[in-house]
């Protein structure tokens, strides 16, 4: 019945922030393809009370760290926080992978019961790792990566699910859809969005 | 080191949601107060090829359902996705809800390490319990229910990150952050998005 705690974040995090690396890569690029500024889109929002996407790129990284950090009581690596292009963006997540991948998978053992406090200027947050987890770090991170999903896909980057999903690991396929989702995206395999 | 296969996919589930049935409460409620026929929004899409509203909100259901069918063994029940209001996506989710409440934990008891197998007309995708928990239907679900979210907040519903997160289990607070996050959406809870 159990899932591993190293396995439920550290690599979920891994996995997923290289799949940001890699729409980010696609998002630059399209801003050669289509000629306008990169820094339009990275301050472009969904909605003019939301974060644009430079932002939702930082806090989604800033939740891998601090997810990883506080379940194994190491300390958090504490960013500027200034970044304001492609290649900045894209030095921020090596840092935050670099990080995650230093921690250790006996690390995180016992975590899901040991106690994580969240410490902000206005209070504080108290959780058991399986909690905080579960219901706090996964779905803000979620919230973050897909926001910047959307946002992007909103503003005619081409990308598709299996972008976002990434090469999932432990996967294997048989037939058509081995050859569909091990390649590049293609209108049929854009379908489910 | 150990997380619940239960806990981490059929409460998480639930939890989620519930969360989504209320930010469609909330879309349902924006219809009437800004005056437009609530199909337009449901029909809504954030780019021409993905998903309007109403299918974001059957697919994220169906992750959720085909999850905890798949990680014990019992028969993913068939939906007919034919819903086209408001009100029979909210019933479509309390199906959902039942469904996933009449599985017990127990029969989650040892699912990391089975095997699961997705069969599709083109094809099988084949995992271990956990893998599948954690690199797909996750993934999938948070995808498809962050879609749902982004399309609404877009189109200008009033929400913020407290409205996805919902009431975060086991999560106890402390100082001014306990006001601010228990009770409704504010201006200044919805600051981090």
């Known amino acids: 019945m159990s899932n591993s705690m190293y396995q439920g974040s550290a690599l979920v995090f891994t996995h997923n922030l290289k799949n940001l690396s890699k729409l980010l890569k696609k998002a630059a690029a399209d801003c050669k393809v ?3 500024d990169p820094s339009v889109l990275l301050n472009t929002r969904l909605a003019p009370d939301m974060f644009p996407l430079v932002k939702q790129v930082q806090v989604a990284t800033d939740n891998a760290k601090g997810c ?25 997540i090596k840092r935050v992978l670099a990080f995650i ?14 106690q994580v406090e969240m410490k902000t200027p206005i ?16 779905p803000n ?31 294997t ?17 854009k379908k489910k969005r």
């Open 34 to 36: 289509r000629g306008y």
């Open 68 to 92: 990883c950090a506080r379940l194994t009581g190491v300390a958090n690596p504490l960013f500027e926080d200034d970044e304001t292009t492609f290649p900045e963006l894209q030095e921020r």
């Open 101 to 114: 991948r230093s921690l250790k998978a006996a690390q995180f053992e016992g975590s899901d019961s040991r």
């Open 123 to 138: 209070g504080n947050l108290t959780f058991n790792g399986a909690d905080y987890l579960n219901g706090w770090a996964l």
């Open 141 to 171: 991170f979620y919230f973050h990566y897909g926001a910047a999903y959307n946002l992007l896909r909103h503003n005619g980057v081409q990308l598709g699910k299996l972008d976002f999903l990434g090469p999932v690991p432990g996967m």
């Open 173 to 189: 396929m048989s037939g058509k859809i081995a050859k569909m989702m091990s390649g590049k995206t293609t209108a049929k395999t």
